[in-house]
């Protein structure tokens, strides 16, 4: 069984202080039992599931709802102060009790349920039990607060090897860092040579070719020049073999012209005079 101990003011006194006590079985919904005092008097009384329902029903709300409200007012506590009113009143002899819960609203308020409450023939027994119950609670919180703080410990030593493996890890990042910069310093350098050598070769390379390329242009000049002279040799060479060809004709002609006369007869072979019959047209008289 599960009991929660709580402490209220009923609306009609506030400053009376009240220990109200419900117990259940498992869940609220099936029933629950109450226990209430002022510590001088007490008085007890029980809830079935049935009246419950009826609760429930004449309000017009769900039972689930109504069993999570029944909750809240009874088992909640410091959680709902304000929230709820309990309303207590008594008869003359405190023999009877009559105990009700309400739901604060805006505009007013509603009943949630109440009940009629016996008193106890011995209160002290009562308050014996609610003592022994704060008591076994008390144990329980403590014994709780030593676990955490056991807890607590251990998670604070394991904080403490993780802060220091985590020191020497960021160390060790630190010199690894290091170690890698510098070798980076050097590889840099190592590049940077090696650019400027290949920047010199380039441009060595580029005065060499442009070098060449004057020489070849040069000598492609020089030949050009030196082609031109032959050919000027040349043509002078040809103009004058036809200027000699052209003032043979002229003997050619007279030696025709002598050989063509009547008073000379010609003794030579025939096939001889074919072949000066073959030179040139214009270059001799023609034959009588």
Not at 63 to 77: D, F, N, P, T
């Amino acid at each position: 069984m599960e009991k929660i101990l709580n402490r209220i003011h009923p609306v009609s006194d506030p400053e009376a202080t009240y220990f109200l006590q419900v117990s259940w079985e498992k869940d609220l919904g099936v029933g629950f039992g109450v226990t209430l005092t002022d510590g001088q008097c007490a008085w007890t009384g029980t809830v079935s599931e049935a009246e419950i329902s009826r609760e429930a029903a004449d309000m017009e709300m769900n039972r689930e709802k109504y069993v999570e409200e029944l909750k809240k007012a009874l088992i909640s506590g410091e959680e709902s102060r304000g929230k709820y009113n309990f309303a207590i009143s008594r008869d003359d002899k405190n023999m009877d009790c009559h105990f009700s819960y309400e739901r604060n609203l805006k505009d007013g308020s509603f009943r949630l349920g109440s009940l009629k409450l016996q008193k106890v023939s011995s209160p002290a027994d009562v308050v014996k039990d609610l003592i022994g119950y704060c008591l076994d609670c008390l144990g329980k919180l403590q014994a709780k607060n030593e676990h955490l703080q056991k807890e607590n410990e251990r998670l604070f030593s394991d904080w403490s090897d993780v802060e220091k493996r985590l020191e020497k890890c960021v160390e060790a990042k630190e010199e690894l860092e290091a170690d890698l910069y510098n070798r980076f310093i050097l590889v840099l350098n190592e590049k940077k040579a090696k650019i400027r050598n290949l920047q010199k070769l380039l441009s060595e390379a580029k005065e060499s070719a442009s070098d060449a390329k004057c020489t070849r242009d040069s000598i492609a000049t020089t030949q050009m020049a030196t082609g031109r002279e032959n050919d000027y040799d040349g043509s002078t060479d040809e103009e004058s073999e036809n200027l000699t060809g052209a003032s043979l004709p002229s003997a050619s002609e007279r030696k025709d012209s002598f050989l063509g006369s009547p008073d000379v007869i010609d003794t030579g072979p025939r096939r001889k005079r074919r072949q000066r019959t073959a030179k040139p047209t214009g270059t001799g008289a023609k034959m009588a």
